[in-house]
């Protein structure tokens, strides 16, 4: 056993830290710490992040990411249990390759790797037994990596059939109108190729749907831009809930990122975008948080630049460091990584001493490629400083990881 003293624990009842001695068991073979007596004042203990938007590339593009080295960069990110994205090749929009993706997540034992099924214009009228296996189901209402768009009528044509076979999961939206960026295809620059009307209007459809379907569970992932917060602001619907990434909170395009490794789709916004989104994820307008782990690698990047960014590893980090900043409460910030996912994907959430990671707050480090676990080997955080270094994950009172 390794016992934490004056360990600042947080404590969900009462949304507060309660300072205690934590005890966690070790298996000093796999994590090389023989130590029994750790000084946890300059720590925090955290309950344990759930990323609900990452793609880890397996099959098809493993040269990129696959799920080991994925998991390697979720575990030291602080990170038990992500949604994984479709748009793999083969893509997974079948019970057959939902299936090879579990049983492919089985072989890592730390990070529960949950599958998101591609809703596509093949498959919309075929769900049922795909409802039976899937964690959540993903719809592109516009072209991204990997064209999955879907067409309008037969989002609704999926709609009506889950909403006959009373389907639980969340279905999760990459909300940018096809028509619009069909329009602005001429543009020079992406970030106007895909401009903040697109999202907009898509969410338009987005919230029309979730009020003519409310037995189904829709999430906004990825909001980008404060167009999209104005009608986010005053929708109350009970069955929707929105995510932002860290790279619109930290980024936009006056950010010293070369335009290649910059291209994500939403694109970064301006100044202002930046500054309101961080506001709304303060006061709740936004919910939660995902990383949108979407790696390529540099050579990708620099050649034909596919757009994407790592940030699974960076996602809670980059979350405490504007804790630390005074720009989000510590309630907010965990309900964003940790409450509010971990219900939308319905994952169990236990004591917090069971599953939990300790951060060290006194200590910023620098993003560099030491750090990033990453097969891509980069990050757009690359060269800063972020504040909230994870340095043990425990889990089932286990200490698992040790950095
Ligand atoms: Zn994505």
Redesign the pocket.
């Known amino acids: 056993m390794v016992e934490f003293t004056n360990l600042k624990t947080w404590n969900q009842e009462r949304k507060d830290f309660i300072t205690s001695d934590l005890n966690f068991s070790i298996n000093e073979n796999t994590t090389g710490i023989s130590k029994k007596e750790i000084d946890g004042s300059n720590f925090v203990c955290l309950p344990i992040g759930v990323d609900i938007?990452?793609?880890f590339r397996e099959p098809g593009y493993t040269h990129k990411e696959d799920m080991k080295t994925g998991v390697e960069a979720a575990l030291h990110g602080g990170i038990s249990a992500v949604l994984d994205?479709p748009?793999t090749n083969p893509v997974t929009d079948s019970v057959d390759q939902i299936l090879f993706k579990k049983k492919t997540g089985e072989r890592y034992d730390y990070v529960d790797i949950l599958i998101a099924a591609a809703i596509t214009d093949g498959n919309y009228q075929n769900l049922k037994q795909i409802d039976e296996h899937c964690d959540a189901y993903k719809v592109f209402l516009s072209e991204?990596?990997g064209d999955l768009a879907v067409k309008e009528e037969n989002v609704e044509g999926a709609l009506n059939q889950l909403e006959q076979i009373e389907s639980s999961k969340p279905i999760i939206f990459?909300a940018e109108d096809s028509l619009i960026l069909k329009s602005k295809a001429d543009e020079k620059e992406h970030a106007k190729q895909r401009p903040p009307e697109a999202e907009a209007v898509a969410i338009q459809s987005i919230l029309r749907w979730a009020h003519d379907y409310p037995s189904l569970r829709f999430h906004i992932?990825?909001v980008s831009s404060a167009l999209s917060l104005k009608l986010l602001e005053i929708a109350t619907l009970d069955n929707l809930s929105t995510d932002t990434c860290p790279r619109y909170l930290f980024f936009d395009q006056t950010s010293d990122l070369s335009p290649s490794f910059m291209k994500v789709?939403p694109p970064l916004r301006s100044t202002n975008d930046r500054n309101q989104l961080i506001e709304a994820l303060s006061k709740g307008v936004i919910d939660m948080i995902s990383s949108?782990?979407?790696p390529h690698t540099i050579e990708e990047k620099e050649k034909s630049n596919p757009s994407?960014m790592p940030g699974v590893q960076e996602l809670i980090p980059s979350l405490i460091t504007l804790v630390q900043a005074n720009e989000i409460e510590w309630e907010r910030a965990i309900e964003a990584f940790h409450v509010f996912p971990s219900k939308l994907l319905k994952i169990e959430q236990n004591d917090v001493t069971e599953n939990c990671m300790i951060v060290d707050l006194s200590t910023p480090f620098e993003v560099d490629k030491n750090w990033i676990k990453s097969k891509s080997q980069w990050s757009p955080f690359e060269g800063r400083m972020l504040n909230g270094q994870i340095k043990y994950v425990i889990k089932s009172g286990e200490i698992i990881l040790v950095s």
Request: proline fraction near 0%; aromatic fraction near 6%.
């Open positions: 938007h990452v793609h994205m748009n991204s990596f990459h992932t990825h789709n949108d782990h979407s994407g």
